[in-house]
C-alpha cells in the first residue's frame, strides 16, 4: 500500500481543514475530560452565563404602559403622539386615562399598576420619596394660563385678581391647583375658603368660561392641547402678563419664564395685543427603573422625533428632549442619550437588537481587551487536569522508585512490579494535552524504563544471594 501524502498545513485554509479531519474530534474528547475533572465548577460557569444573559435581558416586553393625563390636555395629545411612534416600531404602547398628571404619577408608583411610564411636571415630586422611578428628561413646556374677558388686567400679579374672579383652577390634587397654590402661598393667601374659585375638570372649566359661567381659567398645559386652542379661539379672551414672573421663578426653581410675543396667536388681529410674560413648568417622562431598555430607547427616540417634527411654540425645534427638572435623576439609558446621543448601530439594526449591542458592547470590548490573558488563563484552566495528572505520575513512580530501593524480599518487589504495570496500562488510557505528549513518551520510554531496570537489578541482587552465579 503506498505512503499517503500529508496535507500541506503552511498556510492557513489547509492547517484550518487539518484541524477538523484529524484534532477536532480529538479536542472534544479533551474538553470531555476537562470537564469531568472540574466537575462541580461546570454548574457555577453555567450559572455566570445565565446571569450574563439575564443582564442584557435581550427579550424586552410587548407591550408598555403611559399614564395620559385628561383627554384634551396636550399630555394626552403628546401620548398619542408616542404610541404612533411604538406601533411604527413593532411595539404598543397602552394610553392609560388619568383625571391629572399626579394621578398618573401615582399609578406610575404604585406596585399594583400596570402603569410603567407618566408624565410629571416639574416641581410635584421628590427623589427621596420615589426610589423606584428614574427619568427620561423633559419633553415639553406646559405653560401656566390665565385666560379671563374684559379689559386688560393692570395689577402686577394674579393673586388679588383670581380672588374676585369666578376662576376655575383645576381639580384637587392635580397639577394646575398644586402650583396655584404655591403662588397664592407668595402673596399669603390661601386656596381654602376663596368661593369664588371653583374646582372643574379642564373640559367643564372650558365650556363653562364659553357659555359665559366663568370669569377665568387657570390652567397649566401646552399650547397646542385642545382646551388651550379652544380658550384662545373664544371672543375677546385675554392672556394675563405675569409681571412679577421673574420674582416667581426665583422663588419657585423648578418654573421656567416664557414670552408670547406681540401677535404670535393672531397676527390679523394682533392678538395678544403686547408681549405676554408667562410661567411655565416642564413636563417630564419618569419611568420604572426597572423598564426595559428597548422601551426607554423608543420614549427617547420618539421625544426626539417629536420635537424635531416641528417648530414647537415656546421652545426651538429639536430642543426637546433635555434634562430640565433635575429633581428625579436620569437613568443610565437617559444618562447616555444625554452625554453621547442615540447610539450609531441604531442607525443600522432593529432597536432589539441595537439594544443587545450597545448593551453588551462594553462587556464583549472588555474581553478583546483582555483576550489574549484571558485566553492564555483559559488553556491554563484547560491544560491543568493534564499537567497534574503527568505530575501525578511521576510523584507515584517516584515513590514506587524509593520502595524498591528499600524492598528486602523477592515478593516485595515482585508487588512492585505489578505497580509498575499497573501505572503504565492505567497511563495509556488517560488523555493528555498535546503539549505533555513529550512528557508522557519521556515517562515512559526513559523514566518508567529506568524504573524498571532498577527493579530488574534488585531482583538479580536477591538471586544472586540464593543462587550465587545464577542470574
Do not use: C
Amino acid at each position: 500500500m503506498p505512503i499517503q501524502k500529508r496535507p500541506d498545513t503552511d498556510t492557513v485554509w489547509p492547517d484550518f481543514f487539518d484541524y477538523f479531519r484529524r484534532d477536532f474530534g480529538r479536542e472534544v474528547y479533551g474538553w470531555r475530560h476537562v470537564l469531568r475533572y472540574y466537575g462541580m465548577l461546570t454548574p457555577i460557569l453555567l450559572i455566570a452565563l445565565v446571569a450574563l444573559f439575564i443582564y442584557v435581558d435581550p427579550m424586552p416586553p410587548k407591550k408598555a404602559y403611559l399614564a395620559t393625563g385628561q383627554v384634551g390636555s396636550s399630555y394626552h395629545q403628546l401620548s398619542e403622539k408616542f404610541a404612533a411612534f411604538f406601533k411604527k416600531r413593532g411595539f404598543e404602547l397602552e394610553l392609560v386615562e388619568t383625571p391629572g398628571l399626579d394621578q398618573g404619577f401615582v399609578r406610575l408608583n404604585d406596585d399594583k399598576s400596570p402603569v410603567n411610564a407618566s408624565f410629571l411636571t416639574a416641581g410635584s415630586a421628590n427623589a427621596n420619596d420615589f426610589p423606584g422611578l428614574a427619568s427620561l428628561g423633559s419633553v415639553q413646556f406646559s405653560p401656566i394660563w390665565l385666560f379671563y374677558r374684559g379689559a386688560a388686567l393692570t395689577g402686577s400679579d394674579a393673586a388679588q385678581q383670581l380672588v374676585n374672579l369666578r376662576t376655575a383652577i383645576g381639580m384637587k390634587g392635580t397639577t394646575t391647583q398644586k402650583i396655584l397654590t404655591q403662588l397664592l402661598a407668595l402673596h399669603g393667601i390661601k386656596l381654602e375658603g376663596l368661593g369664588n374659585l371653583k374646582e372643574l375638570p379642564h373640559q367643564k372649566a372650558v365650556e363653562a368660561f364659553m357659555d359665559g359661567q366663568l370669569d377665568a381659567v387657570f390652567i397649566v398645559d401646552g399650547i397646542d392641547a385642545p382646551n388651550i386652542q379652544k380658550l384662545l379661539a373664544v371672543p375677546g379672551v385675554q392672556i394675563f402678563n405675569f409681571r412679577l414672573v421673574d420674582a416667581y421663578v426665583k422663588k419657585l426653581d423648578f418654573l421656567e419664564k416664557v414670552v408670547v410675543p406681540r401677535g404670535s396667536i393672531d397676527i390679523q388681529t394682533v392678538f395678544p395685543a403686547n408681549d405676554t410674560e408667562m410661567l411655565s413648568s416642564t413636563v417630564t417622562l419618569l419611568v420604572e427603573k426597572s423598564m426595559h431598555p428597548v422601551h426607554q430607547w423608543l420614549f427617547l427616540m420618539a421625544a426626539r422625533e417629536i420635537s424635531s417634527d416641528r417648530n414647537q411654540f415656546f421652545a426651538k425645534k429639536g430642543f426637546f428632549p433635555a434634562y430640565l427638572d433635575q429633581t428625579i435623576p436620569l437613568s443610565p439609558i437617559a444618562k447616555q442619550y444625554y452625554s453621547t446621543g442615540l447610539p450609531a448601530v441604531f442607525d443600522y439594526f432593529p432597536i432589539v437588537l441595537a439594544t443587545l449591542f450597545d448593551r453588551a458592547w462594553v462587556i464583549v470590548l472588555t474581553l478583546l481587551a483582555l483576550v489574549y490573558p484571558l485566553f492564555k488563563a483559559l488553556m491554563n484552566w484547560r491544560n491543568f487536569p493534564s499537567k497534574k495528572l503527568m505530575g501525578d505520575y511521576y510523584q507515584d513512580l517516584r515513590d514506587i522508585e524509593e520502595d524498591i530501593a528499600a524492598a528486602t524480599s523477592v515478593a516485595q518487589l515482585l508487588h512492585y512490579r505489578m505497580e509498575l504495570d499497573e501505572l503504565e496500562s492505567g497511563m495509556v488510557t488517560k488523555w493528555y494535552d498535546e503539549g505533555d505528549l513529550g512528557s508522557y513518551y519521556s515517562f515512559r520510554m526513559t523514566a518508567l524504563r529506568n524504573v524498571r531496570l532498577n527493579l530488574q537489578a534488585r531482583l538479580n541482587e536477591f538471586a544472586e544471594k540464593t543462587q550465587p552465579g545464577v542470574q
